[in-house]
Every structure is written in structure tokens, then in C-alpha cells.
């Protein structure tokens, strides 16, 4: 019962784990393919001034979705993971645009 105890402990430390780094995965991705985009719409200046609020806001919208699914069990390199990818770039987009 105390093994079983400690292993549910540690499940829910892997899920934090599993989000931040997907939160720095998907952080990443925006910064390659879409901080030029950024940049063109908002300025050089603006645009560096943001990214810390950028993977803010990139985390916030997995742990979003962390509440109401288990990320570990998202395929993400099939369907589910590139909509989860493309969707939160977009929101990204749109709010910091």
C-alpha cells in the first residue's frame, strides 16, 4: 500500500515534468517558424519584449489542457499532437500579434 502510494507521488510529478516540456517543445516551435512573423507584424523591439510572455502564455494553455486530459497518453508526432501544436501557435499568434 505505501509502494502504491509513493508510485501515484511520482505520476503526478511526471505529468509536471511532461508539461513543462512540451510547454518548452511547443515554445521552441513558435520561436523557429513563427518569431519572424511576429517581428514583421510588431517590430523587432516589441517582439523580443514579449517572449517571456510567449512561454507564459504557451504554458498556461497546456496546463489548460492538462485539466482536462492526461498529456501523456497524446500522440504527439500523429493527428492529436500536430492539432495541439497548431492550435495553440495560432492562439499564440493572435493574442500576441
Same mark, same amino acid.
Given at each position: 500500500?505505501?509502494?502504491?502510494?509513493?508510485?501515484?507521488?511520482?505520476? @503526478?510529478?511526471?505529468? $509536471?515534468?511532461?508539461?513543462?516540456?512540451? @510547454?518548452?517543445?511547443?515554445?521552441?516551435? !513558435?520561436?523557429?517558424? #513563427? !518569431?519572424?512573423?511576429?517581428?514583421?507584424? +510588431? $517590430?523587432? +523591439?516589441?517582439?523580443?519584449?514579449?517572449? @517571456?510572455?510567449?512561454?507564459?502564455?504557451?504554458?498556461?494553455?497546456?496546463?489548460?489542457?492538462?485539466?482536462?486530459?492526461? %498529456?501523456?497518453? %497524446?500522440?504527439?508526432? @500523429?493527428?492529436? $499532437?500536430?492539432? %495541439? +501544436?497548431?492550435?495553440?501557435?495560432?492562439?499564440?499568434?493572435?493574442? #500576441?500579434?
Amino acid at each position: 500500500e505505501e509502494l502504491e502510494q509513493l508510485m501515484q507521488a511520482e505520476v @503526478g510529478q511526471i505529468e $509536471g515534468v511532461l508539461q513543462d516540456y512540451f @510547454g518548452l517543445y511547443l515554445y521552441e516551435v !513558435f520561436c523557429r517558424v #513563427f !518569431f519572424e512573423r511576429l517581428v514583421q507584424r +510588431t $517590430g523587432e +523591439t516589441r517582439a523580443y519584449a514579449v517572449l @517571456g510572455q510567449i512561454k507564459d502564455f504557451i504554458r498556461a494553455k497546456l496546463e489548460n489542457l492538462a485539466a482536462d486530459r492526461d %498529456i501523456s497518453r %497524446i500522440n504527439w508526432k @500523429g493527428h492529436e $499532437g500536430q492539432q %495541439i +501544436t497548431s492550435d495553440v501557435m495560432e492562439a499564440t499568434l493572435r493574442v #500576441f500579434e
